[in-house]
Structures are given as C-alpha cells and as structure tokens.
C-alpha cells in the first residue's frame, strides 16, 4: 500500500516523491542536474502554426557507449517531466518518477544505456510552453501557445537527439501518453530508431477516453478564475479547475478494486452530515487536487488532454492502424495491465494485431496487476523482469 | 534432414529424450505451460524438416520459445510464438523470439485467414481445453498445421493401466492429481480424428526415443507428430517459397488409410 502511494506521488511528477526513495536511493542514479537545449530553427507544428525557436528541459543518466549505439529516450505521460530518475541534489526527496525501473543494475540500467529524459513542448516544467514568454510580444504564452501534438513532441524529442549527436536511439520508451510518442517515433523516425517500448498504451483515445478529457477541461475553462487563459495577468490561477480535472484523472488511473483496497467506505471521522471529506477516498481525491493545482498550469493541462485526443496514426490510412504502422521497421516490445481500464489490454492488442500483420518484430505482455492504470509506474516483478529481459536483447550484454 | 544439428537446443533436445520411455520418472515436469520443457524435445528436427526456408510460422503455447529458436537457427523462419504463462513468456524473450502473451483457450482472434505458412501446437494439444476449436482454428489462420503429442498408446502407459494404475511415463511425467494433460490421446484416436474430418495428411512420423518408427507405432511409439491441412486441394494458398520437406512420404496418404 505504502509503495502505491509513493508511486502514486511520484506520478505527480516533480512535487517531490517523499520517502519514496528511501531504499531506491541506494541504486539510484544519484543526484541529478536538469538541462537545458535552445533550439532557434522554426518548428512547424501539426496545427498549421510554428515556434520560432524553443526550449527542451532534459535529463541524462549514464554515458554513451564507443559509437553512441546505446540511447535510450524515455517520454513521459500526462503531467509528468524530464525529471525520470535520481534525485535534486538540494531537493533528495524529489525522486524521478520513474526511478524504480531506471538506474544502475535496474531493468533499464544506466550503467549500460545513456537515457534521456525529456519534457515535452508545451508543458510546465521548463521546455517551452504556456508558462514560458513569447519572444514576439515579450508576454507569458498562456493560451496563445499553439496546441501541440504527440508528433510535434516526437519532432522537438529528435532536434534534441540531433544536438546530443544521437543518430539512432537503441530505443524509446513510454508509458501511456509516453507509449504513445515511442509509437510516433517508431512511425516517423524509422531510421532512427531500434526499438520502441510502448507500455499501457492505445493506438488511439476511446470516446470514453475523450469524455474523461472533455470533462476535465470543462472544468478548467468553466472556472472564473481561467480568465480566457491569460489568468497570469489577473494574479490568479484556476485551480478549482485544475483539482476537479486532477481528481476525475485519478479515479481513471486506478481499478475500481484497487479503489476499494485502498480506502473502501473508510471514514474520517464519522458522518458529520455535511459535504465536508467524510470518506477517505473524498480525502485523497482533494489532497491530489489541491496539489495538483498549485504545481500544474491549466493551460499545460487543456493542451496535454488534446494531445492525447487527437492521437491518431491510423486517421491517414482510413483506419487502418497496420497500414499506419507500415513505415515502423523497429523492434517493439508492447505491455499491458489486466485491470487497466484506460488503456485496457485490448487496445494494446490492436497494436500487436497490426504490427503482426505487418511482420514486424513484435512481443506483447500482459502483466497480471490489480493497480489499473497506475500500474506501470509500479514495481511489478513480472513487469520488471519483462523490461529487462527486453533490454537485453536491445543492446546484449557484452 | 536440413535441421542443423549445430544448434544447441537441437543437441538438447536430442540428449535429453536418451532416457527412453520407462525410465526413472520425476512426477514433476518443468514447465508450468501445457508443453513439457523437461521431456525431450525429439520433434523438433521433425518439424524443421517439414518447414521450408524463411517459413512464416505460429507456435502455439510456445513455453520456454525454444522450438522456435530452434527453427530460426534451423531454417531460418520468420514467426511469433503465443504463451499464457508469466514465466514462459519471460524465457521466450531472453531466447530471443517474437512471443505474444495470449490465451490460446479462446482461439486465434487477430490473426487472419491463410496468413502463416505453418501453425505448430507442440506438445500442447493434450493439455487444452478445447483441442477440437484450436485445432480449427490453426487450420483457419495457416496454410499447414503441424501437431504433436505425447501418444498414450504406448505399450508402457497400457501395462500400467493393465496393472490398474494411471501411466505415468517420460512423456507423461506427471501423476493424475496434478497432470496439466486432459485430452490424451492415441495415433490411433488423432488418426480417426483427421479421418472423420477428412483433413489431408502431409506426413506423419512416430518416434521412440527420438528416433522414427515404422512397426506398430501406436504401441511403440512415445511422440507423435503430424503435418496436415484442410483438404489436399483446397485452395490454401501455398507460400511462394514453399519445397516438399526432403523426407516426406512419397505416397501422401489420405488420413483414412493411416493404420488404424
């Protein structure tokens, strides 16, 4: 339970993963330094407009190999960051999100791989984005920032492989929204990459999917404090926004089971007969929120949900996802939880589906986990062991 | 006989099956999947022989993925092997196939009609729930099927029955309480099998110890091991690259005249 709940903090990206890394720290990767790339080239983006200019947050662990054979891009999902392993070295409590599977001798281990991890376009948490200053009016962003898509974030991820003198990744990696970009790269990028990890992903968002999404920006934009999207100028941020949408997040990221594992119909402290947080899943969802709010940008939030929306490989190819997935000659290695109902493991069968139809390299798991969602930020034994024993087979143990 | 007796796995498979049926038996096998990791693996060099070079092959319930390492050395084929088990599933990623976890009780959905060249269910058949919709099914999505099973016909397994005991063999090694087996089968039963359904029998080779047997196979030998499809000219489109195995029999027999 305890490890669920960190993981859970830690989901919630750079906040701080509390004592999350309290036995992790002994394999971490160590105090680690976040960088920064400027890119002043145009990047046209899917939209029809483009940045002139921009900026990526990243992170390194281990080193490069003799010929720069051996990296590995980790992409993160909704509301995540750069920040995938090790800690701050003034902040050790603020543990990468996903440092349980990253670090020496862990399944992707670093000293064998040179990983990158990337904030993508558009966030908030030091690539540009929303919070950053348009150079053309010397004003935040807000909502002027183009929408961007998974594959203007696959687009800026290879600009920064080109500056860091990555011809081919050995592989990308993500979990769901992540999964999706390892997907796009595996589609756009051909040459350039080995193998893809695509974990707890779909080929697309159901309608139910899009529903959730909808809902949370309804909140967001439904907020007084939104202010059109330029709440910056009014001194104020929509939170109230952001915790509703935070909150309906969270109810899809774990299992109804795990739900009721977790807190049941425990109370606080009685029935008070009031709306106060009565139940302790009241509580937790409040508590996420109210986080939430203070660390995430609203504007962040309504451009990740889009991006997430409007993926789509196979709207060119009339549907046909194996179609979509024709130009992908990388090795995939393709991972799904049971009881993940946002990303069930149907939908990662359809990726297998066409890619078997295709001939390409493909293996699936199906990793057995009551956790939902949440899982594959979750140090399953099986998952792990799968991650590893592919990682072995992207770069074999010399 | 092309199957490259330089692989590893092929010397193990051919080792291991030294010890014969009848010989001092563990009531444990290794694998937690249908097929038997322990038991030697004496049909493999079979099945690479009937395979043409770069074949698209599916192996069902592939345990351990060693038969279709195996074949890539051996011939080169191109495939996916489908497993349920967690550990199985790990050990076919460290030997480096192409492995789906799937169930293979609820049959082959996602794969199209006719699009392997071969569908091998390996040692597996006996442990299924439903036999007769899996093997339907292989016929649906590959041009050829390739079955094998352990044939409990064999003289050891009838003498233990005789003596009023369930067989327990190297083959079967496994007690009735905890066999995983719960549709074994004769050469006799699977030949009437393919008969009443008037499937076309490629080949079928019976093994003692590994090695093929002519004489009252469904007395003597251990593993069975057939090549079959729908029909002789049914139309199934035959992979371009597709060469009669070297040692296939001559008179293709339909299914009807197998011994019965």
């Given amino acids: 339970m305890l490890r669920l709940a960190n993981a859970m903090l830690s989901f919630s990206a750079t906040t701080g993963g509390t004592d999350g890394g309290r036995q992790i720290q002994n394999v971490s990767v160590g105090p680690v330094v976040a960088q920064l790339a400027r890119f002043d080239d145009e990047l046209p983006l899917a939209c029809g407009r483009s940045l002139n200019g921009f900026e990526l947050a990243f992170e390194t662990y281990g080193a490069f190999n003799a010929d720069r054979s051996n990296a590995v891009l980790v992409c993160h999902a909704l509301n995540a960051s750069h920040h995938v392993a090790g800690y701050y070295a003034e902040e050790p ?169 977790k807190f049941g119909r425990d109370l606080r402290d ?24 203070e660390y995430y940008d609203a504007n962040t939030y309504l451009r990740v949900t889009k991006a997430l929306d409007y993926f789509d490989p196979a709207l060119n190819t009339g549907g046909e996802l194996a179609r979509a997935l024709e130009p992908a000659t990388c090795g995939f290695l393709v991972v799904s939880f049971t009881t993940d109902w946002r990303f ?9 589906g066409a890619l078997v139809d295709r001939r390409r390299d493909v293996s699936y798991a199906e990793i057995a986990a009551p956790h939902g969602h949440d899982a594959f930020l979750l140090d399953n034994p099986q998952y792990h062991a799968i991650i590893r024993a592919y990682f072995a087979r992207v770069l074999p143990p010399s | 006989m092309s199957a490259g007796p330089a692989s590893s796995h092929g010397a193990q498979a051919r080792a291991a099956n030294g010890g014969g049926v009848g010989a001092e038996l563990s ?56 497993e349920i088990a967690d550990e199985g599933v790990l050990a076919s990623l460290a030997n480096g196939i192409n492995v789906l976890q799937s169930d293979l009780e609820s049959g082959l959905a996602g794969f199209a009609d006719a699009s392997f060249d071969c569908v091998i269910l390996s040692q597996t058949l006996q442990a299924m729930r439903h036999a007769e919709e899996i093997v339907t099914e292989m016929l649906r999505v590959g041009s050829e099927v390739i079955v094998t099973f352990p044939n409990f016909g064999h003289w050891s397994h009838r003498l233990q029955i005789l003596r009023g005991r369930m067989p327990v063999s190297q083959s079967l090694p496994y007690q009735w309480f905890d066999t995983p087996n719960i549709h074994l089968c004769t050469v006799a039963d699977f030949d009437a099998f393919l008969a009443e359904r008037r499937y076309f029998v490629a080949n079928r080779v019976v093994l003692s110890r590994g090695s093929p047997i002519r004489a009252l196979p469904n007395l003597l030998g251990d593993l069975a091991v057939y090549r079959f499809r729908k029909s002789q000219h049914d139309g199934t ?5 597709y060469a009669p195995a070297e040692d296939e029999n001559p008179r293709d027999r339909p299914a009807a005249t197998i011994g019965r």
């Fill in chain 2, 237 to 241: 489109r035959r992979p371009p690259n």
């Fill in chain 2, 27 to 82: 009531n444990k096998a290794a694998g937690a999947t249908g097929r038997n990791a322990a038991v030697a693996r004496a049909d493999f060099a079979t099945i690479a022989s009937w395979l043409a070079p770069g074949a698209q092959v599916l192996d069902l319930g592939c345990g351990d993925g060693s038969l279709l390492a195996y074949l890539k050395q051996a011939k080169a084929v191109r495939g996916y092997g489908i």
């Fill in chain 1, 270 to 293: 009685g029935l008070q007969y009031s709306f106060a947080p009565e139940f302790e899943i009241e509580s937790y969802l409040r508590y996420q929120g109210e986080k939430f709010a």
């Fill in chain 1, 93 to 261: 409590d603020n543990v990468g999100w996903w440092d349980n599977l990253i670090g020496p001798g862990k399944p992707l281990d670093t000293d064998r791989f040179f990983v990158i991890g990337v904030n993508n376009l558009g966030s908030c948490f030091g690539s540009t984005g929303p919070t950053s200053r348009d150079p053309a009016t010397g004003r935040r962003w807000g909502s002027d920032f183009p929408i961007v898509t998974v594959e203007d974030w696959v687009d800026a991820q290879a600009r920064l492989a080109d500056r860091l003198g990555i011809a081919q990744f050995a592989a990308v990696m993500g979990g769901s929204l992540g999964g999706m970009q390892a997907l796009a790269w595996g589609i756009r990028y051909p040459q350039r990459i080995r193998h893809a990890l695509v974990i707890a992903a779909a080929p697309n968002l159901s309608a139910q999917n899009i529903a959730f999404n909808e809902v949370s920006r309804q909140a967001i934009l439904s907020d007084p404090d939104y202010h059109g999207g330029h709440f910056d100028a009014h001194a104020t941020k929509p939170r109230r926004g952001l915790r509703v949408a935070r909150m309906i997040g969270h109810i899809t990221y774990l299992s109804d089971h795990q739900m009721e594992h």
């Fill in chain 1, 344 to 352: 069930p493991p149907a939908r990662s069968r359809e990726i297998v």
